[in-house]
């Protein structure tokens, strides 16, 4: 068990609000650094009012109510929750957000916001270190589907037509995109029994129609699978496209190989992840596109996901301008080169005050991922030696899915089973033990994963997800793991 740093805990709200007190204390520097600024300005001028409005009776009682109802939300900050890619962001997100929501910057231009523009920019430049670009350009977005969507309008414009690639695994937004760029060649691609691209299927598509963009995962949305991507290189050295890599869930892992220099460890077992994960998250460099989310594994709030491009040349082809705005031409205009125009600098702000405390290597965003990764090891490894429940794959990252043993080998006998089970362990249940989300593979795709099953009826197969991005589940032991395994084996079927 890997040793956790204090700053593992100091920098979270913790699952029972341990550091509200510090927050508070934090907060309250903000707020006073933020009078003292605005003060500062034009002080010669008339005030408008003097007093100070320290009383305001509907907006409190509205606050109040409005807490009240804050408070039916779902607990995703706890352990007991790991239903989907939901996680407490840290606390330097929470007051790099909150100092520069208070005067608002917008970083579609410079001059809507000129320090959070550069604070975006040092960001991006962190992020280009951690995929290994050594070059480039990028920038925030608000969130994954969106960097995603940026990068084949830009990849379709820059290179004309051709097919693009991706697997059927890959998150539900790379049809809607197509379906926006009118892109109407795409094709999916098999995935084989652990959910990774089957490259036969692939090299067989390329052979017949000349791609334009092939799109591999680095943690897909359901199992968090990662496709061979070194193998996929080696496909673009003969067939030649554009390879973007869909890392929305998996890019940050990359910051667990990189040394406080941004330099690649050797492989070794402290890294947690199976060899094979480190050679593609290696791979990541030699790709054309990336998108990663800081808002998942960045222990970032929602409102932040990124493009990277390594070749600069692909912004140019999207550049747009306008005569009311972009005035300062010597800085970055980041909305010029973006498929977004509004962007809140705050979420900027947010990453770079994160990535100053946890910097995304093994030092910052590495070890907090490292403790996800040994959870869900960890109830890999307690489900292998279960007599009641068998895992569905071994998970590449951090995503487990796995099933109820059933007497019957007919899906639909199991499906019944499993809609039981997870009615009990999800939020369909007013007061569960654990709160987890169903992975329900498609039938075509169960017949490759479980081919033992039959399956007269065609049905898509139910199993439980957990998704262990929170570092609370490898703590004291592997408490909450462990209660998990427990709570599940304890079931009882009514
Ligand atoms: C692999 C992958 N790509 C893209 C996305 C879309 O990201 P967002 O929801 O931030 O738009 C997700 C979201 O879960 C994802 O898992």
């Not at 480039?136 to 940026?150: D, K, P, Q, R, V």
């Not at 959910?195 to 692939?202: A, E, G, Q, T, V």
């Not at 040394?259 to 050679?279: A, G, Q, S, T, W």
């Not at 301008?321 to 977004?340: C, R, V, W």
Request: a positive charge; one cysteine or more.
């Amino acid at each position: 068990m890997m040793k956790t740093s204090e700053k593992i805990y100091k920098n979270f709200i913790g699952p029972n609000g341990e550091n509200i007190d510090q927050l508070k204390k934090l907060l309250e520097s903000v707020l006073d650094n933020h009078r003292q600024w605005r003060k500062s300005y034009y002080k010669k001028d008339r005030r408008l009012y003097d007093q100070q409005n320290t009383s305001n009776k509907l907006l409190e009682k509205e606050l109040n109510n409005f807490l009240k109802r804050s408070n039916q939300n779902i607990p995703y900050f706890h352990p007991r929750y790991s239903a989907q890619m939901l996680k407490d962001p840290s606390i330097p997100t929470i007051l790099g957000c909150i100092t520069f929501m208070l005067s608002n910057p917008n970083n579609h231009a410079y001059e809507g916001g000129p320090v959070t523009t550069e604070m975006e920019m040092e960001v991006t430049d962190l992020m280009l270190k951690m995929c290994g670009y050594k070059s480039g350009w990028g920038h925030l977005t608000s969130g994954g589907s969106l960097a995603n969507m940026e990068a084949l309008w830009a990849a379709r414009d820059f290179y004309g037509n051709g097919t693009v690639y991706f697997s059927e695994v890959s998150h539900y937004s790379w049809k809607r995109i197509c379906k926006i760029l009118q892109i109407k060649n795409f094709k999916e691609i098999i995935a084989d029994e652990n959910f990774r691209m089957d490259l036969n299927h692939l090299e067989h598509q390329l052979k017949k129609n000349k791609a334009m963009c092939v799109i591999a995962n680095l943690g897909s949305t359901g199992t968090g699978s990662v496709d061979d991507i070194k193998s996929i290189i080696a496909l673009r050295e003969k067939y030649g496209f554009h390879l973007h890599i869909d890392a929305a869930y998996g890019g940050f892992v990359r910051s667990v190989l990189l040394d406080d220099d941004y330099k690649l460890l050797p492989f070794n077992e402290e890294i947690i992840l199976k060899r094979f994960v480190y050679d593609q998250l290696k791979a990541i460099k030699d790709s054309d596109s990336v998108t990663v989310d800081p808002h998942k594994h960045g222990l970032i709030s929602y409102g932040a996901g990124a493009v990277l491009f390594k070749n600069k040349r692909l912004r140019e082809i999207i550049l747009n301008t306008a005569p009311y705005t972009y005035h300062i031409q010597d800085k970055p205009n980041i909305g010029m080169f973006s498929l977004e125009g509004s962007r809140p600098g705050a979420m900027a702000a947010a990453c770079y005050l994160t990535y100053k405390v946890l910097p995304p290597n093994q030092s910052g965003t590495g070890e907090v991922i490292k403790l996800a990764l040994s959870a869900s090891k960890k109830f890999y490894e307690l489900i292998e030696n279960s007599n009641s429940f068998r895992n569905l794959n071994e998970p590449d990252l951090d995503i487990n899915c796995f099933y109820r043993i059933h007497d019957s080998s007919e899906v639909s006998n199991h499906n019944k089973q499993m809609i039981k089970v997870y009615e009990h362990f999800s939020i369909e249940n007013d007061n569960p033990e654990f709160i987890l989300s169903k992975f329900v593979m498609p039938s075509n795709l169960t017949k490759r994963v479980l081919p033992e099953l039959k399956n007269k009826k065609k049905e898509n197969f139910i199993s439980l997800r957990s998704v262990f991005m929170k570092h609370w589940g490898a703590l004291e032991n592997f408490y909450y793991v462990r209660k998990l395994v427990e709570a599940l084996e304890n079931f009882q079927i009514s």
